[in-house]
């Protein structure tokens, strides 16, 4: 079945540590983007990718790094200098967006909730 | 940039009744999609109706129902005979049909409540 696939389910991160949330699609789509979202705040963005090699900051990158080296692929590096990291994130792709076109939804992951030691 | 605005930030709706959450949006532009999508306890996603901004008709999917009011940037959601699997976070959501690959833009969410 195609599909989004997230893991871990749960990750813990010590201070001072990079970790890395993986995100994998075998739906052949183009764009992939991250969502961050915390109680209260809905999904703010936090980098998207149109294309491989490709990706653009969405409104919170600071503290965030990607790479966009395969199609199927789009992991998110939360570094050391993002101070508040305990959020649940979500992974999405999609197709391009257009009058008529069926493609416009995103799909979604089942996410990956990060926390603090 | 586009805003996306839910001003309810709870509800509840006993079941079998309508329920109608209230999303706004902001934009300088003529054609783009709008979304409802849903989020249960387990935090899936998942996609509960869509609305293209050139379409003048209301989208609705069973007891899901739209009213789109493009001069007035308005895109409530309607339920109607509410069932307690019903109950999530409700998100709605905006995004360009400009050429190529856009993000959604997000509202901050309805949690939904259905009493029994």
């Known amino acids: 079945d195609g599909g989004i696939t997230q893991s871990p389910k749960y990750l813990f991160r010590k201070e001072g540590q990079n970790v890395t949330l993986s995100c994998e699609q075998n739906?052949?789509?183009?764009?992939m983007y991250w969502y961050r979202q915390d109680p209260g705040q809905g999904l703010r963005l936090i980098y998207y990718?149109?294309?491989?090699?490709?990706?653009q900051k969405g409104d919170i990158a600071e503290g965030y790094s990607v790479s966009r080296e395969k199609k199927e692929s789009f992991p998110l590096t939360v570094t050391s200098a993002q101070k508040n990291p305990t959020a649940f994130y979500l992974c999405?792709?999609?197709?391009?967006?257009?009058?008529?076109?069926?493609?416009?939804?995103?799909?979604f992951g089942s996410g990956t909730q990060l926390s603090v030691l | 940039a586009q805003t996306v605005t839910q001003s309810q930030p709870e509800m509840s709706v006993q079941e079998a009744e309508t329920v109608t959450l209230s999303c706004t949006y902001d934009t300088s532009e003529s054609d783009y999609y709008l979304f409802w999508y849903k989020q249960p306890p387990s935090r899936q996603m998942i996609l509960v109706i869509r609305?293209?901004?050139?379409?003048?008709q209301n989208a609705t999917e069973n007891r899901f129902s739209v009213n789109f009011q493009k001069a007035a940037k308005s895109f409530s959601l309607k339920i109607s005979d509410s069932q307690l699997g019903d109950a999530a976070m409700y998100f709605c959501?905006?995004?360009?049909?400009?050429?190529?690959?856009?993000?959604?833009?997000f509202g901050k969410g309805t949690r939904l409540s259905v009493i029994a």
């Open positions: 990718s149109q294309i491989v090699n490709d990706f």
């Open positions: 999405a792709s999609s197709m391009p967006a257009g009058q008529g076109s069926t493609n416009e939804k995103l799909f």
């Open positions: 959501a905006y995004r360009s049909a400009g050429s190529g690959n856009t993000p959604l833009v």
């Open positions: 739906l052949n789509h183009d764009a």
């Open positions: 609305q293209e901004a050139y379409k003048q």
